[in-house]
């Protein structure tokens, strides 16, 4: 576009109306202009006409009133290629010498002379004619634009496919066949459906109209043809090419810390050694709580065992309850503060069943959080948890020894069990130092601001708030069921249950009364019994065998009821299962140096290795194996900590992370 304005024949829409202007009249001041819808003559003001050109009310045409001029170049000059910006420059040379020169009419003996004197100043060894110059010259008049003068080289050729429809569609026919047998079809896989489907056509058709079978260039070059959109729902389906192909939104808002928290489990890319044996363990789990205002770390856990209630539960009260630093035991400071904590209000998870159980429900409901459940296989409704576990991989996971990387062919002949350096308690202390110290104090690309900042300027205007207690929320976190009560008490998982508390209600409605109870899978020495006549009053029970279970998780007692099972003695005898627990330990220490990378993943999550990341209620100490002290255990230090007696790789560097 290089410029219009009012003048003899030129063309303008205003208020939708298209005008041909007629003269200008003497005073200079108004136009005459022919209506084109209707053929009526105005005089319109050129100030009142500016004024609306300026409010967007007008606009000028070009001044070819057939429409059949072809449509302008609207792509950068920077971006075309170079000979087509070589011809460009050519034509701009001539043309701008001849409007230099303001010919009076364009004939042969004036133009003639100037192009010769252009060909020789730009070295053009192949002048063009006088033709071509008049209709590079109208070209540029008449649409007011020296884009016109851009070759199109792009407008050559056929346009469309040779191959008689029915062809094509015929081979995107053979395309879906040949795709839908193997996703790793190729093109001559789809030529040979299309010949069959060819052949079966031609016999429907006379003879004289059989279709010919297009060769292998041809197919090829019809495969070139299909959209990107449509041959990934060739290979990978439609569900997934939507997600590839889909341009995203600007997504949720929130206005403040806690109103949205996203909540995701993801494997950690990095194996972990057991704290006695020094053995691998495996990789373990990590589920994230991420507040999506601030994309704050708000609680995790950490631990060996599935994605379960029992998780989601303990990363759920690691995140209300406030932190606090724990001290180091592989020498790593964390210095700075970790303000996150507060009931979060709305909880987005996505359809897994620990995100359906009775627990995570009747904990939400107590506490006042609402949660969100995303569309079946649509990650993207929480893209900020999604993409932060991909950032905690990648930017602190994949530096450490003994990291097994995302993709096991990125790993070459490195072995990941044999660097592997790091236990479980070493981990969540790196863990925590990355989180609180490296990325909260890194600028967010989203925010603008780190999210430390972000969190922090929230909590001036709006205080987190927290359940009475912990002892509180803890109670609050046990999984409920019925079971009846008896002369013996609560039977539950082979164990029976009783207190002072439960006499009243034997008392009041019978053996056999069908009683509301929660437990703690983690610890199975207590429950809480609800009151069936109050809908305020929950009463503790213990177990009549509280040595035995007391601090006992759920997977070990199952453990050892099977064992006692098996071997056809008691399951529920106090003697025979103190002693199976004897047994247990045992077996533990047994499957910890077992060669099995599954036997030793078992063993650590039987013994606890998975334990919460902050205990918040006393127990009677009862462990299954007693923890090795690195500080007391020379043998232990010395084999964890010490280069020379491990392998290890030199990457082991803090890492500022990317951009979630």
Sequence with gaps: MNGFNFQKNSRFEHHGLEYLVQRINPDLASIVAERISDGQVHCLNIDDLLN??????????????????????????????????AELDRRLAYVAAIRDASPDSMTPDFILPIRDAVAKKIDDAQPPSFTSLYRWVGCAALQSDFRAL??????????????????????????????????????????????????????????NQQYKIPGKSTCYRLFAQLDQYQVSVLREGKRIAMRKFKLSGKGVETSRILERVEVDHTPIDLFLIDEKTQLPLGRPTLTMLLDHYSRMPLGYYLGFNAPSTAAVLAALRHAILPKKKRKSQIGLEIKGDWPCHGIPE??????????????????????????????????????CVERY??????????????????KFYERGDYDPQKHAVLTLSGFQELLEKW?????????HGTLGTTPLEKWTSSAKTYTPKLPQSPQVLISEMGVPC??????????????????????????????????????????????????????????TAYAKNF???????????????????????????????????????????????SKKHSKRRLAARLRGAQKQVESAKPRIAISVIEKPNPKTSPSLKKSVFDAKNRPRIGTFKMHNPGVM
Excluded: M, W
């Design 482 to 539: 019925t079971r009846h009560l008896r002369h013996d008490g609560i039977r539950l998982h082979g164990l029976y249950y009783s207190s002072e508390d439960l006499a009243p209600i034997l008392r009041k409605f019978g053996p056999g009364t069908e009683l509301t109870v929660s437990y703690d899978p983690s610890d199975i020495g207590a429950i809480r019994v609800f009151d069936p006549d109050s809908h305020e009053i929950a009463h």
């Design 150 to 207: 851009i070759p199109r080289y792009d407008r050559r050729g056929p346009k469309c496919v040779r191959q008689p429809p029915r062809i094509v569609e015929l081979f995107e026919e053979a395309a879906e066949r040949a795709f839908g047998s193997s996703p790793q079809a190729t093109v001559k896989r789809v030529r040979e459906e299309l010949f069959t489907l060819i052949s079966h056509e031609n016999s429907l058709r006379p003879k």
């Design 389 to 406: 576990l991909k950032t905690i991989n990648y930017s602190c996971v994949h530096l450490i020894p003994g990291t097994s990387f995302s």
């Design 52 to 85: 609306d050109f300026r409010d967007g009310n007008l606009k000028f045409l070009n001044t070819s009133s057939n429409g059949d001029e072809p449509p302008l170049c609207q792509k950068p000059i920077s971006e075309l290629n170079g000979l087509t910006r």
């Design 435 to 443: 989180f609180i110290d490296v990325y909260a104090k890194t600028a």
């Design 547 to 593: 040595d035995y279970a007391n601090g006992l998780s759920l997977d070990q007692h199952q453990l050892i009821r099977q064992e006692l099972n098996r071997q056809g003695r008691s399951a529920e005898d106090p003697v025979e299962l103190e002693q199976e627990k004897q047994a247990l330990r045992e077996k533990i220490a047994e499957l910890a140096v």
């Design 346 to 383: 709305t909880l987005v998870v996505d359809n897994g069943l620990e995100f359906h159980s009775q627990a995570l429900e009747h904990l939400a409901f107590n506490l006042g959080i609402r949660i969100q459940y995303c569309p079946k296989k649509q990650p993207q409704f929480k893209g």
